[in-house]
């Protein structure tokens, strides 16, 4: 068994913005493998469960904001006796440029607020996390917060929308592979055109 959680904010507000594309990923994983989201009020979260290499594997949206999501996803996580190595967080990362991948299987929040929130319920930070690069307002004209929580304009959600394609693939590929196979094909991967996965880089 095993938890892919997508890191966001609930409701049309925040669709198409930077800090849901862990949202994206796992609407991704959803549609490819014939997901069905369901409410569940209990665990403040749309669930759906899919097949991952002959498993089942749970997805998770917590609708619980941003800042509270590991009230949601752990308890999910337990409920299913899942322990933390059971669990897979796609979240944003502002420190990346648009459309890199990055995926670890440990560390701390990095300034993320849902990963601090599920590093604090989980009791560690012994859990794969794969990051999708978001960057900054290129005019550098708004704040952190206002660019994550603003829609992309078309050519970065054409970009934004390779990456969540590729970060989907990641997800499967870790549950088929492993973790270090996984970050030897994708640390590093870069949305552009033509563009493959990146070997060895950035482990």
């Given at each position: 068994?095993?938890?892919?959680?997508?890191?966001?904010?609930?409701?049309?507000?925040?669709?198409?913005?930077?800090?849901?594309?862990?949202?994206?990923?796992?609407?991704?994983?959803?549609?490819?493998?014939?997901?069905?989201?369901?409410?569940?009020?209990?665990?403040?979260?749309?669930?759906?469960?899919?097949?991952?290499?002959?498993?089942?594997?749970?997805?998770?949206?917590?609708?619980?904001?941003?800042?509270?999501?590991?009230?949601?996803?752990?308890?999910?996580?337990?409920?299913?006796?899942?322990?933390?190595?059971?669990?897979?967080?796609?979240?944003d990362d502002v420190d990346l440029p648009l459309g890199r991948l990055r995926i670890r299987g440990s560390g701390g929040t990095g300034g993320h607020?849902?990963?601090?929130?599920?590093?604090?319920?989980?009791?560690?930070?012994?859990?794969?996390?794969?990051?999708?690069?978001?960057?900054?307002?290129?005019?550098?004209?708004?704040?952190?917060?206002?660019?994550?929580?603003?829609?992309?304009?078309?050519?970065?959600?054409?970009?934004?929308?390779?990456?969540?394609?590729?970060?989907?693939?990641?997800?499967?590929?870790?549950?088929?592979?492993?973790?270090?196979?996984?970050?030897?094909?994708?640390?590093?991967?870069?949305?552009?055109?033509?563009?493959?996965?990146?070997?060895?880089?950035?482990?």
């Amino acid at each position: 068994m095993k938890v892919i959680a997508g890191l966001g904010n609930p409701g049309e507000r925040y669709a198409h913005t930077p800090h849901n594309v862990g949202f994206d990923v796992v609407d991704a994983l959803a549609k490819r493998l014939d997901g069905s989201w369901k409410n569940s009020p209990g665990f403040k979260a749309l669930i759906a469960r899919i097949t991952i290499a002959a498993q089942p594997v749970w997805l998770v949206k917590p609708q619980t904001f941003m800042n509270l999501s590991g009230t949601s996803i752990v308890p999910v996580l337990k409920y299913y006796d899942g322990e933390a190595a059971d669990l897979i967080v796609v979240s944003d990362d502002v420190d990346l440029p648009l459309g890199r991948l990055r995926i670890r299987g440990s560390g701390g929040t990095g300034g993320h607020k849902g990963l601090a929130s599920v590093i604090e319920q989980l009791g560690n930070e012994k859990f794969a996390r794969i990051r999708l690069g978001v960057g900054r307002d290129e005019g550098g004209q708004r704040e952190t917060a206002d660019y994550v929580l603003s829609k992309f304009d078309t050519a970065r959600q054409a970009r934004a929308d390779e990456a969540i394609t590729a970060a989907a693939d990641a997800a499967m590929y870790l549950i088929e592979q492993g973790l270090n196979e996984t970050m030897n094909r994708y640390n590093g991967w870069n949305a552009q055109p033509a563009s493959n996965p990146t070997t060895g880089s950035e482990n």
